[in-house]
């Protein structure tokens, strides 16, 4: 089956989850938030975030985001001001903090500030055992997430052996069991390894397609820029900017005051901008500097689903915990373990042709990337293989 270009029908810089009709799932109002000894760490804060939001909160140390996420779930309570979830003022009730943390899971920077049990499967079942589901369903939930996170080998093993990069991987498994609507993860690359980094966006990607809100906050701006839908930066406890990555990364005078740096493709992006006259950006670099390159001749991708045991051509991706654990029982030769969509579609811009293995849900991550590449006029062709 060819589906060729994936072409949809908005604009590749849509602004959509924006849009009146999308329903909002946190909000504040006017919030403020004193800690003891006087220390004046949000002030004013009023945002929106839509539901099935990709966020990423930016901002120097002390910001305030920490604090500002664990007001999301009700860990702290606000000095002044509102915070709602689905429209409804947080209850800070035993009955109303309960109900929160079902649905607003939040992942802590430390690991060690949030693993309460000594056995790593364990710690993933706390949370749903607490919500009193069958064991059956434990199991299963425990056994999905520590395989998403890649550590079902070391399930029996004791949480003080693990580094702290595996203990960071059994929190996001632990947040990961509940079944989060709302994901908020805070800086959760620090302490990883680089395909670590990749992997841990490849799951958020996972949690959003399946319909739930993720936000993180990150110091990592060329992924802040990549990633996300909507960026909010947060300086000394105050909003000084929320919009899309281009729009935020285009103010200069608030990046100056939060010291943040501009994205490498987004200075690639105002430069074609200002230089060609080009109004065609790209989020990453390989599709911005396609506004240089001339005469490209794409490959061919070949979509793959778990499962298929067929011919592949050009080197071999995959996306997606359900892919991941498929062929790491098969005889294929894998060359793209991480960042492979983007990997793939440079070998393909490149007059390759490449095969991705891509979980069916995560299609529409692909399809962004392809219509960003559509957008300067190169259709890369996919065959989806049966």
């Known amino acids: 089956m060819c589906r060729s270009g994936f072409l949809l029908c908005i604009a590749f810089w849509s602004v959509a989850y924006l849009d009146g009709e999308i329903r909002t799932v946190l909000e504040t109002k006017d919030l403020s938030f004193t800690y003891e000894g006087g220390k004046h760490a949000l002030k004013n804060v009023s945002i929106r975030i839509p539901a099935g939001c990709k966020v990423a909160f930016v901002g120097p140390n002390g910001a305030g985001k920490s604090t500002l996420f664990m007001h999301f779930n ?83 093993r004791p949480i003080h052996h693990l580094s702290f990069g595996q203990r960071k991987r059994v929190a996001v498994a632990s947040a990961l069991a509940m079944h989060p609507k709302v994901l908020i993860m805070d800086e959760p690359t620090a302490g990883l390894d680089p395909e670590m980094v990749h992997r841990l966006y490849e799951i ?133 373990q991480f960042n492979a969509i983007d990997r793939c579609i440079d070998d393909i811009l490149d007059g390759k042709d490449a095969s991705i293995y891509l979980d069916k849900p995560l299609d529409h991550v692909l399809d962004r990337k392809l219509l960003d590449v559509a957008a300067h006029g190169i259709i890369i062709t996919v065959e989806e293989s049966n």
């Open 74 to 156: 009700g860990i702290l309570k606000p000095t002044r001001g509102e915070v709602k979830y689905n429209s409804k003022n947080i209850a800070h009730t035993k009955k109303g903090l309960l109900e929160l943390r079902k649905d607003v899971v939040f992942v802590m920077q430390n690991p060690d500030d949030q693993i309460f049990n000594v056995i790593v499967e364990d710690d993933v079942a706390f949370g749903p055992f607490n919500l009193d589901f069958p064991l059956d369903e434990i199991r299963k939930r425990v056994d999905v997430a520590l395989r998403v996170v890649g550590m079902e080998n070391e399930r029996t």
């Open 204 to 336: 958020a990607d996972e949690v959003s397609m399946s319909g739930s809100t993720v936000i993180i906050s990150t110091h990592d701006m060329e992924t802040a820029y990549s990633w996300a839908d909507l960026v909010i930066v947060l300086v000394d406890g105050e909003v000084l900017a929320q919009g899309t990555p281009f729009e935020v990364f285009s103010m200069k005078d608030v990046l100056d005051r939060a010291g943040l740096s501009v994205p490498m493709v987004h200075g690639l992006n105002e430069f074609m901008s200002t230089e060609k006259k080009n109004s065609v950006y790209g989020r990453t670099m390989p599709t911005a500097l396609l506004n240089i390159r001339s005469g490209i001749i794409p490959g061919t991708l070949y979509l793959m689903r778990p499962g298929y045991a067929g011919e592949t051509h050009g080197c071999v991706g995959v996306y997606g915990s359900l892919s991941r654990h498929y062929l790491e029982g098969s005889d294929k030769t894998v060359h793209f």
